[in-house]
């Protein structure tokens, strides 16, 4: 098989009077975190007794958070926890919690569904153990990202979270570094090269996930060889938004967007194009992508 079949999924369409080529990025879509806790929250909340929550939305796509809802599973948000009985059933998304929420759900008594993604769990367990042998942590990542402040919540929400490094100063000795798993592969770099030169003394785990890389990668591939590039996903999703960034340096005709009734707006755009690269972040169902594809290949 050619590198070039590996990494791509080529559909030529007739379009109109022309051909069109469609090239599908092979690494889009669900990634397997992101698979497994909809798939445990589907089969795990059904709840005769009480109400079934996620803790924020499953996952960064309202599409599918429209689904679950019509599945009998709401989103709460933490502030709401209260609420909460013995009878509710409540999942952990993906991205997963710090224990003190662990503990304060405890509290409340609602049955427990963990759909931490087991990649960030292992982010969990690092922190805890090198905070615990006295190491200062630093996450590259965004800070407001809720994986990031899960992780922050197993070193006691003392973590230096940073972007690139830049604003690193006074570290202590010994340091753990770790990312959000959705990080750019230079930016954990440049901050581990940024925290050598500080002097530290460095724990460094690369804790960006192969799926983000995947993604990245075929994104990055298939933005370079198109005309026009449509990036699939969730607007509050940050792995897509990133997919959206890198897509954009490649080809400036990328667009964002959330399914197939967006590019509607777009058709006219469409039609004036050889070749249409897609591709979509870690929260976006087939489903969704097969209807772009069939919205493209109607052009
Ligand atoms: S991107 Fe990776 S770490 Fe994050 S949920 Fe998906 S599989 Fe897990």
Not at 54 to 71: K, M, R, T
Not at 227 to 255: A, E, H, Q
Request: some cysteine; hydrophobic content about 35%; overall charge neutral.
């Amino acid at each position: 098989m050619s590198k070039l079949s590996l990494y791509y999924n080529i559909r030529a369409v007739k379009g109109g009077a022309s051909i069109k080529k469609i090239i599908v990025a092979e690494y889009a879509g669900f990634c397997f975190g992101v698979k497994r806790a909809v798939d445990i929250a589907l089969k795990d909340s059904k709840n005769k007794k009480g109400s079934s929550y996620s803790l924020g939305p499953l996952i960064h796509n309202a599409d599918v958070v429209a689904y679950l809802e019509s599945q009998g599973i709401y989103q709460i948000d933490i502030e709401e926890l209260d609420k909460l009985s013995e009878k509710d059933k409540i999942v952990i998304r993906s991205h997963g919690v710090g224990p003190d929420t662990i503990k304060r759900i405890k509290s409340l008594g609602p049955e427990i569904i963990d759909a931490t993604c087991p990649y960030v769990a292992s982010i969990h367990r690092k922190v805890e153990k090198y905070h615990s042998k006295g190491y200062q942590i630093i996450i590259v990542g965004d800070k407001d990202h809720p994986e990031v402040e899960g992780i922050n919540g197993w070193c006691d929400n003392k973590a230096w979270v940073t972007k690139d490094g830049e604003d690193l100063r006074n570290l202590s000795e010994k340091v753990c570094i770790v990312a959000q798993t959705t990080e750019r592969q230079e930016s954990f770099d440049q901050v581990v090269k940024r925290a050598t030169e500080l002097g530290a003394d460095i724990m460094a785990f690369n804790t960006i996930c192969s799926a983000t890389k995947e993604r990245q990668d075929s994104a990055e591939h298939v933005s370079k060889q198109v005309d026009f590039m449509i990036v699939i996903g969730g607007k509050n999703s940050s792995n897509s938004r990133k997919l959206y960034s890198i897509c954009k340096s490649n080809c400036p005709n990328t667009i964002f967007i959330e399914n197939g009734k967006e590019l509607k707006k777009h058709i006219l755009e469409l039609q004036e194009v050889d070749s249409i690269g897609v591709t979509a972040g870690a929260s976006t169902p087939n489903w969704i992508i097969e209807d772009v594809l069939k919205i493209l290949e109607a052009c």
